[in-house]
Nanobody, 116 residues
Framework: QVQLVESGGGLVQPGGSLRLSCAAS????????MGWYRQAPGKQRELVAA???????NYGDSVKGRFTISRDDAKNTVYLQMNSLKPEDTAVYYC??????????WGQGTQVTVSS
């Protein structure tokens, strides 16, 4: 089955930008709806954005107008462009299929810290 590796996180100042990447191991990637999720300490994991195999997109309310999800099926990769970052965006960001699995099949994610 598909294996996913997140990258691109880091420390950024408020108002800054980051681009996250999620690389999938298998060519089956193009058949899956994919999502970016995030989890801050003490909080539940939440959906940030999702994109279907047909290109239909939805965003969490807190990131609408600031984040953009995209996918490159030829590269088995999904991206999350994050602009106008706020301290409340600080979290570990994960990629996975959408809807997310009920199992504990989550990777290590990539840390995004927004702080001055």
């Amino acid at each position: 089955q598909v294996q996913l590796v997140e990258s691109g996180g880091g420390l950024v100042q408020p108002g800054g930008s980051l681009r996250l990447s999620c690389a999938a191991s298998g060519s089956i990637f193009s058949f899956y709806a994919m999502g970016w999720y995030r989890q801050a300490p003490g909080k539940q994991r939440e959906l940030v954005a999702a994109i279907t195999s047909g290109g239909r997109i939805n965003y969490g309310d807190s990131v609408k107008g600031r984040f953009t999800i995209s996918r490159d099926d030829a590269k088995n990769t999904v991206y999350l462009q994050m602009n106008s970052l706020k301290p409340e965006d600080t979290a570990v960001y994960y990629c996975n299929v959408y809807p997310p699995p009920l199992s504990d099949s989550w990777g290590q994610g990539t840390q995004v810290t927004v702080s001055s």
